[in-house]
């Protein structure tokens, strides 16, 4: 049986293409890249099998010094972590997989 997986920050998907490649059926969550709100965003519970996703890291980029010093503290990203465990909370799925990068 194929696997319902929900996809939060999706962006272009590529994370996405590569679970459909393995069979998975995904549904993209709301993205701001096509105008949803993650924030905003509340999955049903007991529908997903996993979820995958990978909130943007601005906040803990390594140039981050630079924002702060160019723009001030205001203009540094929000940390969108908090979001994605909110809604793996809500959907609580058998599993999940967040992407992230060292930095």
């Known amino acids: ?3 319902l997986i929900l996809s939060l920050f999706p962006g272009i998907g590529l994370l996405d293409q590569a679970f459909e490649e393995q069979g998975f059926c995904v549904v993209r969550g709301p993205d701001l890249l096509w105008g949803g709100d993650t924030k905003t965003f509340h999955p049903p519970a007991g529908k997903f ?3 995958i996703g990978g909130p943007p890291c601005k906040a803990f ?3 981050v010094h630079i924002v702060r ?4 503290e205001g203009a540094v990203a929000e940390n969108l972590i908090p979001f994605y465990e909110e809604c793996v909370y809500e ?3 058998s599993w999940f997989l967040m992407e992230n ?3």
């Open 69 to 72: 010093a160019r723009y001030g």
């Open 101 to 103: 990068t060292p930095r």
């Open 1 to 3: 049986m194929t696997q």
């Open 91 to 93: 959907a609580q799925p």
């Open 61 to 63: 980029s390594s140039l």
């Open 49 to 51: 099998d996993g979820i």
